[in-house]
């Protein structure tokens, strides 16, 4: 069995927090809790999780797909969640692991396509206020 080392633990900042801790079993099963916190009122966020298996050389050799976990801000209630989450990689060389290793970030809700269409529905009135 293999650890995360350390808590785990990343500051996003502006607040929002996030810690994923677990283990890797000997017939390649990740257990997985990753618990997601805001500390502020109303800065609610989503955030996501992976774990990174490396091998001796500090080489990546597997990755869990991102997990996402949101909370509200702290004046709304639901400003702290714990999930747990298990993933299998099933084509993971055992003998090769020598560390395993979370990341948390922000999951951005920036889609570029959302924008585009929102922006071809808005120029012929924006072209028509501005006399073009």
């Given at each position: 069995?293999?650890?995360?080392?350390?808590?785990?633990?990343?500051?996003?900042?502006?607040?929002?927090?996030?810690?994923?801790?677990?283990?890797?079993?000997?017939?390649?099963?990740?257990?997985?809790?990753?618990?997601?916190?805001?500390?502020?009122?109303?800065?609610?966020?989503?955030?996501?999780?992976?774990?990174?298996?490396?091998?001796?050389?500090?080489?990546?050799?597997?990755?869990?797909?991102?997990?996402?976990?949101?909370?509200?801000?702290?004046?709304?209630?639901?400003?702290?969640?714990?999930?747990?989450?298990?993933?299998?990689?099933?084509?993971?060389?055992?003998?090769?692991?020598s560390?395993?290793?979370?990341?948390?970030?922000?999951?951005?809700?920036?889609?570029?396509?959302?924008?585009?269409?929102?922006?071809?529905?808005?120029?012929?009135?924006?072209?028509?206020?501005?006399?073009i």
């Amino acid at each position: 069995m293999w650890s995360i080392q350390g808590d785990g633990f990343t500051n996003l900042g502006d607040g929002h927090h996030m810690w994923t801790t677990g283990d890797l079993w000997d017939d390649r099963w990740l257990t997985l809790a990753t618990v997601t916190e805001s500390r502020t009122w109303f800065g609610g966020f989503t955030g996501e999780a992976s774990v990174v298996v490396f091998d001796g050389n500090r080489v990546p050799i597997a990755k869990t797909p991102v997990q996402r976990f949101g909370v509200n801000g702290t004046a709304f209630g639901g400003s702290h969640r714990r999930d747990e989450w298990r993933y299998q990689l099933v084509d993971l060389d055992l003998t090769r692991v020598s560390r395993i290793a979370p990341v948390n970030e922000w999951h951005l809700h920036f889609e570029l396509n959302k924008w585009i269409v929102l922006g071809q529905q808005v120029a012929p009135w924006v072209a028509a206020i501005i006399g073009i």
